[in-house]
């Protein structure tokens, strides 16, 4: 009899005999410290939290007992039991073998991303899909809110973001967001107080500069051409951008950054920065001005400055920004602000370098890497009857498993600037809460277990075997999941 726990605990010692209830017992909690020398395995010693999330969980013959340093741990340690608990309460009995649990996390960050624009998924859904993530010790929800197909974010000085920016006709799919849909300030507090009680913190995501086709249709004259716009229905990457010789976007980065900090309590402030066309900015006067001024080379160096300017206003809102690989692309002049965390989702190299340090300035990192199983808007399988990304191919369980947010190759100065990792689901495709499980499901448990589980207790044939008795749980809590090949 084995505890198949996903992810698997740092150390299992099983010891004689087994522990008997007639149904659920009550639990000995004690907060306070645990044994240091048991948390000396860590292998990424600055993204491990092992002091503060780490727990100690005792199975004796008499009793079930639980020790944590702190809150996050005691509820690191509740989820272990509630897993056991889903899984081997039987006809109103439960029959655990003895056994002495050591565990804690390797990596700080363990996250997942909502894509809320291209397609809405309502606060029910948002909080029963972060109680499951919780359950698999996923600690940072990366809330997408922002895109070319849709604003889902209330911003006083700017209502027509609102208003204008959260509706799209979309032919293909009429009942969904023709009417259009926003997250309001009170559903959001509601949701953010949600996770805070399954110690998950949010990250909000507003993408600046590109991805502004839902701002460019409510406000005209933040583009270059100044329109006419429109709400995308379209997916893909357009040339359409903020206008990087108008000041007045940094009014409207200024009033989206205050509702952003005044909403979401998180250090963190995701601003986006991905797929940047310059098309424009090379036609628009204001913005061939503007790069004169500023004696850039070439146009592509706006966005470096861009970005310097959003990290740096942040800043003196007391938020780190986080983006997309692509701002490391920057110019000589406007460097990325030290504190600026780097989101490797273009395979894992941008990644690897900007912790490395390569070219004179070090980034922490998180890893999503979309070539290693973290992007989970990809087909499970590559054929036709699988829901999913049709150009990117498929992304197996095992590619979700074997990915390493910190290879062993990396150096030890390197490692120690990787925070973590996280799957993310991209919603084109993805228009309703039923599919976006079947997404994220049961590849999401092979990512937490990447991001918890030290490596050298990585196995993948044995967590095969204990996904057979998770799913049961997951069936439990309703959740919809692909149930074919895992390679």
């Known amino acids: 009899m084995e505890l198949s726990v996903i992810p698997k605990p740092a150390s299992v010692k099983y010891t004689r005999g087994v522990f008997k209830s007639p149904g659920i017992p009550s639990i000995i909690k004690k907060e306070g410290g645990i044994d240091g020398d048991a948390l000396s395995g860590c292998d990424a010693p600055a993204g491990c939290a092992a002091p503060e999330e ?31 608990v889903m899984s081997e309460l039987k006809d109103g009995h439960l029959v655990l073998p003895c056994a002495e649990i050591t565990d804690y996390p390797r990596f700080s960050w363990r996250g997942f991303m909502l894509d809320c624009s291209r397609y809405f998924y309502s606060v029910p859904f948002i909080k029963n899909l972060i109680d499951v993530l919780a359950m698999h010790h996923i600690n940072r929800f990366h809330w997408h809110l922002t895109d070319d197909q849709g604003w889902r974010l209330p911003v006083k000085e700017f209502p027509l973001l609102a208003d204008i920016g959260s509706k799209r006709h979309d032919s293909r799919i009429p009942a969904r967001n023709v009417t259009g849909n926003f997250y309001t300030e009170d559903e959001i507090r509601d949701v953010v107080e949600f996770a805070a009680s399954r110690h998950t913190e949010i990250i909000p995501e507003a993408d600046l500069p590109g991805h502004a086709s839902a701002i460019l249709a409510c406000y005209p004259g933040l583009g270059c051409t100044g329109g006419p716009y429109r709400v995308e229905d379209r997916f893909g990457i357009f040339e359409d951008v903020l206008c990087a010789g108008n000041d007045h976007i940094f009014d409207l980065a200024a009033a989206v950054f205050d509702a952003l900090c005044g909403l979401f309590p998180s250090k963190w402030v995701h601003i986006g920065g991905d797929e940047v066309l310059f098309n424009r900015w090379k036609e628009c006067p204001k913005c061939r001005k503007r790069q004169k001024e500023l004696k850039l080379k070439k146009t592509g160096e706006l966005q470096s400055w861009i970005t310097f300017r959003l990290a740096r206003m942040l800043a003196d809102r007391g938020k780190t920004a986080i983006g997309w690989d692509e701002i490391l692309e920057d110019s000589p002049k406007y460097r990325l602000p030290k504190d600026t965390v780097i989101m490797s989702w273009r395979g894992n190299k941008s990644g690897i370098r900007a912790a490395s340090g390569a070219g004179g300035l070090a980034h922490d990192v998180i890893m999503s890497p979309n070539t290693e199983g973290c992007y989970l808007d990809y087909k499970h399988i590559n054929v036709p009857e699988e829901p999913g990304q ?33 799957g993310n689901l991209w919603s084109e495709f993805i228009y309703a809460g039923k599919i976006a499980e079947y997404m994220i499901f049961p590849r999401i448990c092979a990512i937490a277990e990447t991001v918890w589980t030290p490596r050298k207790e990585k196995d993948f044939e044995d967590f095969s075997r204990r996904l057979i008795v998770h799913r049961e749980r997951l069936d439990k809590l309703g959740v919809q999941q692909y149930r074919g090949t895992l390679r």
């Open 54 to 84: 780490a727990y100690q969980l005792k199975i004796t013959k008499k009793s079930i007992t639980l020790q944590a340093p702190s809150p996050a741990g005691m509820f690191n340690g509740e989820q272990t039991i509630r897993q056991l």
């Open 390 to 422: 049709i150009y990117a191919g498929a992304s197996s369980v095992y590619m979700s498993y074997s990915m390493d947010p910190a290879p062993a190759s990396m150096g030890k100065e390197a490692s120690a600037r990787i925070l973590g990792g996280q």
